[in-house]
């Protein structure tokens, strides 16, 4: 009994909002190809061609997490953080070899959905990896945006700003 008055307040204000179109007139008119085309002098600025022709590819890598809030979602052992990762071009998985001293030789690895973690003594664990399961894919997402990002279903000019 005492939630239904907070539970009737919320449902009165949330029923007396609106939904508002935000966007501007170019977002209102069809720009597909004129998107299309941008994205495609971009690929081909990034060599994506190449990157079609490739089985495998391995990175050197190295990311640094500034700040309080990058303190916190830092997941590895040390700042910046030095990896090798290797990947197969679009397929979901890889793995990432730490380089730098606290985690030198540790793999973190994703196959098939799966995470395991080889330490560097060569002992192996697979197990749900909340962290691989997350930076795996994530490093992969941004070094294959350029190659991939035509195959998206909605293209939409926004402006010229």
């Not at 079609?52 to 997490?65: M, R, S």
């Not at 809030?69 to 998985?93: A, C, E, R, T």
Request: hydrophobic residues 35%.
């Amino acid at each position: 009994m005492r939630y239904l008055l907070p539970f009737l307040l919320l449902v009165s204000s949330l029923s007396s909002c609106k939904i508002v179109d935000l966007s501007n007139s170019t977002a209102k008119e069809d720009t597909t190809l004129q998107a299309k085309t941008i994205l495609e002098h971009a690929q081909k600025a990034h060599g994506a061609d190449k990157w079609a022709q490739g089985t495998h590819y391995t990175v050197q890598f190295e990311d640094e997490f500034y700040g309080g809030l990058g303190g916190m979602i830092n997941p590895f052992k040390g700042n910046p953080v030095s990896i090798q990762l290797d990947y197969v071009p679009k397929q979901f998985g890889g793995e990432m070899t730490f380089q730098q001293e606290k985690m030198a030789g540790e793999v973190w690895g994703m196959k098939n959905g799966e995470t395991y973690i080889q330490k560097a003594d060569g002992t192996q664990k697979v197990k749900p990896h909340k962290d691989a399961a997350f930076w795996i894919p994530t490093y992969q997402y941004f070094i294959e945006f350029p190659a991939r990002i035509l195959e998206a279903n909605v293209f939409r000019m926004m402006g010229t700003e």
